[in-house]
C-alpha cells in the first residue's frame, strides 16, 4: 500500500488562494475610483513593454442579485508617442476600443452561455419532477362516526401541501433567474506604463 502526503501541496494552494482572494479583495476596493495605474520600473518589463502601454480589462457575467458568477480577463497594449506625459490624468477608457476587448471574449462568453443554459435546463427539470411526483401523493382517509380527528388532519394536509407547492414554484422560478446573466461592459482594472514614459 502507497501513501501519497498532499500536506505540503494543500498548504501550498491554501496560501496561492489567500494571497489571490486578498489580491481581489484590494483591487475591488480601488475599482470604483478608476483602474489602478502601475509604473514599469524593472528592466525586463520596460523592455518588453517598449514604448507601449498595456491594458488589463475585465469582461464579466452578473446574476440577477448582481453577483459575478463568470469572469475572464483580457489585454491589449497601444503604442506611445515620444515624451512623456502624466499618467494620473490621462483617460485610458477611450484608448481601447471596446469592439478589441469583446472579441477576445467571444469563445469565452459561447462556453459562459453553453455550461450555464445546461446547468440552469438540468436544475429546472429536477424541480420540475420533485414538483410532479409531489402532487401525485394522495392519502387515502376515513372519519369515524364522531372522530374529527381525520378531518383536521386532511384539512392540516391540504395546507401542507399548498404550502409546499408555493415553496416549489418558488425554487423552480429561482432557479430561473440564476440562469438569466447579465453580460457587463469592459471593466478597466490595470494599467501599465513604462517607466521612462511617465511623467508624474
Known amino acids: ?36 495605474i502601475g509604473i514599469a520600473r524593472r528592466n525586463n518589463v520596460r523592455r518588453q513593454l517598449g514604448r507601449r502601454v498595456l491594458l488589463l480589462w475585465r469582461l464579466a457575467y452578473e446574476d440577477a442579485g448582481g453577483r459575478v458568477v463568470e469572469s475572464m480577463l483580457g489585454a491589449a497594449t497601444i503604442e506611445l508617442s515620444r515624451g512623456r506625459f502624466d499618467v494620473r490624468h490621462a483617460d485610458w477608457s477611450n484608448t481601447v476600443p471596446l469592439a478589441v476587448i469583446s472579441t477576445q471574449g467571444l469563445v469565452w462568453r459561447e462556453s459562459v452561455q453553453h455550461t ?11 424541480e420540475r419532477a420533485i414538483a410532479a411526483a409531489h402532487a401525485t401523493v394522495t392519502r387515502a382517509s376515513q372519519a369515524g362516526l364522531f372522530d374529527r380527528r381525520a378531518d ?8 401542507l401541501s399548498s404550502e409546499s407547492s408555493q415553496e416549489m414554484a418558488a425554487r423552480l ?8 446573466l447579465t453580460l457587463q461592459s469592459p471593466q478597466l482594472l490595470l494599467v501599465l506604463v513604462p517607466s521612462d514614459a511617465a511623467g508624474v
Open 173 to 180: 422560478k429561482g432557479v430561473e433567474a440564476a440562469g438569466a
Open 1 to 36: 500500500m502507497i501513501k501519497v502526503d498532499l500536506s505540503a501541496e494543500a498548504a501550498a494552494e491554501v496560501d496561492r488562494l489567500t494571497k489571490a482572494r486578498a489580491l481581489a479583495a484590494g483591487v475591488g476596493l480601488f475599482l470604483p475610483d478608476g483602474p489602478l
Open 116 to 126: 450555464v443554459m445546461q446547468f440552469t435546463s438540468r436544475r429546472a427539470a429536477r
Open 152 to 159: 383536521r388532519a386532511r384539512v392540516s394536509l391540504a395546507q
